[in-house]
Structure formats: structure tokens, C-alpha cells
């Protein structure tokens, strides 16, 4: 299975393309502009919603004995895309992430991992089980102070021409044995998952959310918040069915605009067709949990607007 691999640098370096034979996650540097992100998303649509483990493997660059001068040790983290991205240009700006769902990674100079494989498996259930949208996950540091010959997160892209420097996913089934673990070299990377949250979780309050037929086939969906604690932003999904599935409308995740103090107004326009429909809002917070509202019932008639009930003569 072919990854898509991308690493981002800064606006001023507009030639780094996802065409690269390697990827590129560093610390932040506050000295310069050097601030790589590396970018790995797979296509899953095809691999089984239920699974023991899933791995991401990566085969890391060494780092060798021979110079580096600031940013020499750092904690590396995974954290899930929340945007769609491309992998052969560069935007603008990287696109939104939620909070790490893996780290930390600690990398020190000098080293030579190899081949490594990564515990991704609670971000894989979420992406198929719609919670989060599989847009891929980002690596880098998210401390330092100056790179300068910095250690990093440096692996094998999907375009390299040794396909086994190329990043892959491993999947243990329910019924498959768990593998025996390979010795590790040394030093040792000794990646910690992120605890999930404790206590209170975070939420949003919702005054209401509404699904309206109006002209041309369009429904605008309108939704207010009173208050929004933690929250990233929203995504919309329709389903024909109320009990139905239920896919994503939106192609990247609403921002909030809201906070813990007061509320905000939002409003979506989706062209679904002609037919009954279902709707569900999903705030997302910064854990990556989505709790879902709704869903909401509208009916867009043949002629592309709400149908009514017509009285016989």
C-alpha cells in the first residue's frame, strides 16, 4: 500500500515538494525559518474496521557522529491532520492538526534507529469509524530554540527508489498472533502514548441546530453555540436514512469561533438533491472526540424546494 508523504517547510520554500525520497519533522527553530513538518497519510477505505494493532512503520535516516550544533535532543509527536492536503504542492500555510495522539519520541544526536514501527492504532479506529477524518498524521517537535545541524524526524517518503526505505502500515488482526518484538538498537527510542483525558470532559453547549430547504435545491444548516470549551470546530454529515450511514458533507473541519465565555453562530450550505434527508452536527474537540447532535429532517421537493403537503381541491 502506497503512502502519500509530503513534509512542509515554510512559505519562502516553495520548491519542497512531496516528490522528495525523504520526509522531514523537525523542532522549532526561533533563529531561522527552518521548521520542517513531515506528512504521512494512507488510504484505508479498503482495510478492516476492526483490528488488534495497527503499526506505522518508517525506516529513519542516521544521524551520525559528526556535528550538531543546537536543537541536539528533542520529543517528537504524532498528531492528526484535520485538513486535506496535497502531496506535490505546497500550501500556503500547513493545514489545521488536532492535539498528539502519539509521543513522546525522544531523538538525540547522535543516532541510527532504522527500521521502526509505531503503536497507531486508537487514531486508525477513529478514522474508521468517522470520528476523526483521515487526513494523515504530521510528525515534528513542537519545542527548541535554534536548528542547526538539529536531530529530527527523517524517514523514507513514499517516493523513495528503495521501496523498503518506504512507509507502511501493519495490521494485526483479532484472530492473528501478536508479534514477537525485535531486540531494539541502541539508544533506544521509547515512545509513551498520550493518556486520554480525565475528569470533565470537554464540550460544547448548543442552543440549537437547524436544517432549512430553500431554492435551487439548496439546504442551509444554521447552528449556535452558547458556550464552546476546547473545541476545534465542526463537521456535518447526511445520511438518507435516519438510522442510516452517515457521510461527511464538509471537506474541511468548520473552525470554531467561539470560546468557554460566549457563544457564536455558524452556517453551512450543502446542495444534497432531491429527496428526504438526514442531518448530524459533530463538534470536535481538541482530543479529536466528536460528539455528534441531531439529526435533523428536511425535504427537498422536485422542484428544489421544501415539500409541503398540498390540500385536494
Request: aromatic share 12%; glycine share 8%; net charge neutral.
Amino acid at each position: 500500500m502506497r503512502a502519500k508523504t509530503h513534509f512542509f517547510y515554510d512559505p519562502q520554500y516553495s520548491d519542497i515538494t512531496g516528490t522528495r525520497p525523504y520526509i522531514v519533522g523537525l523542532p522549532r527553530s526561533t533563529c531561522n525559518s527552518v521548521n520542517a513538518k513531515a506528512y504521512i497519510q494512507f488510504d484505508i477505505s479498503s482495510l478492516p474496521d476492526t483490528v488488534e494493532r495497527v503499526y506505522l512503520g518508517v525506516t529513519h535516516y542516521p544521524h551520525p557522529q559528526t556535528y550538531c550544533y543546537s536543537n541536539c535532543c528533542a520529543d517528537f509527536y504524532f498528531y492528526p491532520v484535520l485538513e486535506p492536503w496535497n502531496e506535490i504542492s505546497t500550501p500556503s500555510s500547513p493545514p489545521l492538526e488536532g492535539p498528539s495522539v502519539y509521543g513522546p519520541i525522544n531523538i538525540s544526536f547522535p543516532n541510527n534507529f532504522g527500521n521502526k514501527e509505531y503503536d497507531i492504532t486508537e487514531i486508525y479506529r477513529q478514522w474508521k469509524s468517522g470520528l476523526v477524518p483521515n487526513n494523515g498524521l504530521v510528525i515534528y517537535s513542537p519545542d527548541g530554540t535554534c536548528n542547526n545541524a538539529a536531530v529530527g524526524f527523517i524517514v523514507g517518503s513514499s517516493d523513495n527508489p528503495d521501496e523498503a526505505m518506504r512507509p507502511y502500515l501493519k495490521i494485526i488482526d483479532i484472530t492473528s498472533p501478536e508479534p514477537t518484538p525485535s531486540p531494539s538498537p541502541t539508544p533506544e527510542i521509547t515512545p509513551t502514548p498520550i493518556p486520554s483525558p480525565t475528569g470533565t470532559p470537554t464540550a460544547i453547549t448548543l442552543a440549537y441546530f437547524r436544517a432549512k430547504a430553500g431554492k435551487g435545491g439548496h439546504v442551509t444548516l444554521t447552528w449556535e453555540t452558547a458556550t464552546e470549551v476546547d473545541n476545534a470546530g465542526f463537521n456535518l454529515y447526511r445520511s438518507k436514512r435516519r438510522n442510516g450511514h452517515y457521510t461527511q458533507v464538509n471537506n474541511a473541519i468548520i473552525p470554531a469561533q467561539s470560546d468557554a465565555v460566549s457563544g457564536a453562530s455558524y452556517r453551512y450550505i450543502d446542495t444534497p438533491g432531491k429527496g428526504t434527508f438526514y442531518y448530524k452536527l459533530g463538534d470536535v474537540d481538541y482530543y479529536g472526540k466528536i460528539t455528534m447532535h441531531g439529526p435533523e429532517k428536511v425535504r427537498v421537493g422536485l422542484d428544489n424546494t421544501a415539500t409541503k403537503r398540498r390540500k385536494r381541491k
